[in-house]
């Protein structure tokens, strides 16, 4: 079902460059802590080339989704802010993608109550993060933590959105969705005999480049392994110069033999718009010393005006509190208009 994943979404990616008008795309983030580059080429870059291609994007910033598994990730309004600030600085540009809180669209979340009734207890429990964190995890599985792959179907169907960009690995959760669409039209109707009132929407598989962090494992919030976005020049140096590597001074690329340094011509690569065979071939010999003083020099060149305008952005929190209103009122009032639809559907209007 992956080959079939990957050759719809390539049909997706093909229709994209021809047709963006035909397209909505939901993404968003979890407030946890601060943003970092595994997230900025992972996803970040991803959303603002489909954002300048035209594509209407609604981005959430999923507050409500913090407290399901965590307690202790700091000030969600602070982790809000900072995020807003990153979006912006990278370029996305709030007139064009609603930028928006879980937590402010009563009628996103009210969605939960009629889809929850489409889904079954036993599925939920199938669902792999679900079932990862039932049989892994010590702490006592919540309500909340077990019905999350219908909170993510409300983010994406409250706007109706019918494209997500996802890694694999979240696949199910889009699948999930698709399913919660159909069953609303076969249990509750339509208003407009012709559309079902949502959507199922598409998953858009992108190449994401798996980032490793400082210590050569998946470059995490939580494991600290971390380079933010709005670290300074020289934050970056340091933290570079301590990144983990091997002893071999031929340096070459090789993510199975040599993950460590392979991430590092990797994100050499990314920042310089080459490939990371490319940096290998040119540094040689120089040994893992002078692939790292490129990679600082690449990385805080690339950063540097995405920097600039972040430290400007984060001095001014008036202003990302009003984007984040002007971003909560307009995806508010799709919310509202949908659910509005939603009742019409289940024969609840009064
Ligand atoms: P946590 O430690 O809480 O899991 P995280 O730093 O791994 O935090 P997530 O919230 O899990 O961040 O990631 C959000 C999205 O960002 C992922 O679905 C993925 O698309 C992208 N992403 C995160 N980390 C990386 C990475 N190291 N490389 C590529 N993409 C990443
Ligand atoms: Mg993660």
Redesign the pocket.
């Known amino acids: 079902t992956l080959a079939r994943s990957q050759a719809r979404s390539d049909k997706v990616e093909a229709d994209l460059a021809v047709h963006p008008e035909n397209w909505r795309i939901l993404t968003g ?2 407030p ?1 802590g601060k943003l ?1 580059i ?2 900025y ?3 970040l870059a991803n959303r603002v080339r489909l954002q300048d291609r035209g594509v209407e994007s609604f981005l959430v910033i999923a507050d409500y989704q913090v407290i399901y598994d965590r307690d202790g990730v700091g000030d969600i309004q602070e982790n809000v802010l900072s995020g807003v600030a990153d979006y912006l600085a990278i370029g996305i540009d709030p007139a064009r993608s609603t930028i928006f809180t879980h937590s402010a669209l009563p009628g996103l979340n009210q969605l939960l109550l009629p889809f929850l009734s489409l889904v079954t207890d036993a599925e939920l429990r199938r669902n792999p993060t679900v079932k990862d964190e039932l049989s892994t995890s010590e702490r006592p599985m919540s309500g909340l933590m077990l019905t999350f792959p219908v909170h993510q179907a409300a983010d994406i169907l409250f706007c109706k959105a019918n494209l997500v960009p996802v ?1 694999k690995d ?1 696949l199910p959760h889009i699948e999930q969705t698709r399913v919660i669409a159909r069953r609303f039209d076969e249990r509750y109707g339509r208003v407009d005999p012709d559309h079902p009132v949502f959507p199922e929407p598409e998953a858009l598989l992108s190449a ?4 490793l962090g400082l210590d050569g494992t ?6 600290g392994n971390t380079i933010e976005i709005g670290m300074t020049a020289d934050q970056t140096a340091k933290l570079i110069k301590k990144a983990k590597t091997d002893a071999e001074r031929h340096i070459s690329y090789d993510p199975d033999a040599r993950p460590e340094v392979s991430n590092l011509l990797l994100l050499t690569g990314l920042c310089e718009g080459s490939d990371p065979e490319t940096v290998a071939e040119e540094i040689g010999d120089g040994g893992s010393g002078t692939l790292k003083k490129r990679l600082t020099a690449s990385m805080n060149d690339y950063f540097a005006p995405i920097r600039a305008k972040r430290a400007e952005l984060a001095a001014d929190e008036g202003y990302l509190r009003s984007v984040l209103r002007e971003g909560n009122g307009r995806a508010g009032a799709v919310a509202d208009r949908t659910l509005d639809e939603v009742r019409r559907a289940m024969k609840m209007v009064y």
């Open positions: 983030d979890r946890t970092h595994g997230h080429f992972g996803s890694g979240q994401t480049p798996h980032v998946k470059m995490s919030k939580s494991r």
